[in-house]
C-alpha cells in the first residue's frame, strides 16, 4: 500500500468513527458468532438484540475451537454473566425501587422486601455477582448474592423519593470510606505500574512531588476493607511505605511484630 492509499483510508476511517460507525472485520463476525454459541448468551442479550445478532451473522462461519484445543481436565465452569443482570442493571439505570425474594447463609428466606439497587459488584475472589441495595424499612445496607436471589420485581418510584433514598445511601457510604496514603519508595519508582495495578480495584489518586522524586498513592476504601488493602501492600513489601493511615499502619505493625516473634522463636 502506497502513501495516498494510507492517507485516503485514514480519512475514511476517521470520517467514519466521527459518525459513530465503526468498522468490523470477518475475523471479528467469526468470534461474535462462536460467543453468541455459548449457553450465556440467551442471559446476556435481549431477546431481540439476539436475534438481530443472528441474522447479520447468518453467512459468517464460527470458530471451530474443538479442532485446535484439547481439554483434559478442568474446575467446574461458573457463567460470569448471571440471568439477573438484565434486569437489576436497568433496574438501576431507572432509579426505581425493588422487590426481593432470597436466602441467606443460613437458609432462612425473605419474600417481599422492599428496597433501592444502587450497584452491582462482582467478586473476582468468588466469582460470583452481588446486588449493593439500600432495605426501605429499616434503613440498611445490604448485601446480597445474586445466586440467592429467588424474585425480582420493579418497584416504582417517585422521583424525589429516590433522590432522597440516594442521598442517604450517599451519606451513609460516606460515613463507612477509608483512606490512606502510600508512597512508592524512590528506588522502585521504574515499578510504578505494577504497584498500581496491586491498587487498581480501588479509588485513588496519585500525586508525584518533583523534589523528592517520588509518587505518594492516596487510596479510598470501604473500611472492611482494609485487611485486603494490607494484603496487597504486604504483597509489594518494601517497593512501598504507608504514610498516613493510622489504622493501617497499627495493623502492620501489628502483623510485623508477631512475623518477628514466631522467626525468633523458631531459632
Avoid at 96 to 123: C, D, F, M, N
Avoid at 202 to 217: M, N, P, Q, R
Avoid at 231 to 246: A, E, N, T, Y
Amino acid at each position: 500500500m502506497n502513501l495516498f492509499e494510507k492517507i485516503f483510508n485514514h480519512g475514511i476511517l476517521s470520517r467514519l468513527e466521527d459518525s459513530g460507525t465503526f468498522m468490523v472485520t470477518a475475523h471479528e463476525r467469526g468470534w461474535l458468532k462462536t460467543m453468541l454459541l455459548h449457553p450465556a448468551a440467551p442471559d446476556a442479550f435481549a431477546p431481540e438484540t439476539l436475534k438481530k445478532l443472528a441474522s447479520i451473522l447468518e453467512q459468517e462461519q464460527p470458530f471451530i475451537i474443538e479442532e485446535d484445543l484439547i481439554e483434559k481436565a478442568r474446575s467446574m465452569e461458573r457463567q460470569v454473566y448471571h440471568p439477573h443482570l438484565r434486569t437489576l442493571r436497568r433496574i438501576i439505570v431507572n432509579r426505581s425501587g425493588i422487590r426481593l425474594g432470597y436466602t441467606v447463609k443460613s437458609g432462612q428466606a425473605h419474600q417481599e422486601q422492599e428496597g433501592l439497587p444502587y450497584k452491582l459488584e462482582y467478586s473476582m475472589v468468588k466469582r460470583e455477582w452481588y446486588l449493593l441495595w439500600y432495605h426501605m424499612r429499616n434503613g440498611s445496607m445490604m448485601s446480597t448474592r445474586l445466586a440467592k436471589i429467588a424474585a425480582i420485581a420493579e418497584l416504582p418510584l417517585a422521583a424525589d423519593h429516590a433522590e432522597r433514598l440516594l442521598a442517604d445511601i450517599q451519606a451513609k457510604l460516606h460515613k463507612r470510606m477509608a483512606s490512606a496514603k502510600i508512597q512508592v519508595m524512590q528506588e522502585y519508582n521504574r515499578e510504578l505500574s505494577r504497584i498500581l495495578y496491586a491498587f487498581s480495584c480501588f479509588e485513588k489518586d496519585v500525586d508525584y512531588h518533583a523534589d523528592t522524586d517520588c509518587y505518594t498513592i492516596a487510596l479510598r476504601f470501604a473500611n472492611n476493607e482494609s485487611e485486603y488493602v494490607l494484603s496487597k501492600i504486604r504483597f509489594l513489601g518494601k517497593r512501598v511505605k504507608i504514610v498516613d493511615g493510622k489504622l493501617l499502619q497499627r495493623r502492620m505493625y501489628e502483623s510485623a511484630t508477631k512475623a518477628l516473634q514466631l522467626y525468633g522463636a523458631t531459632e
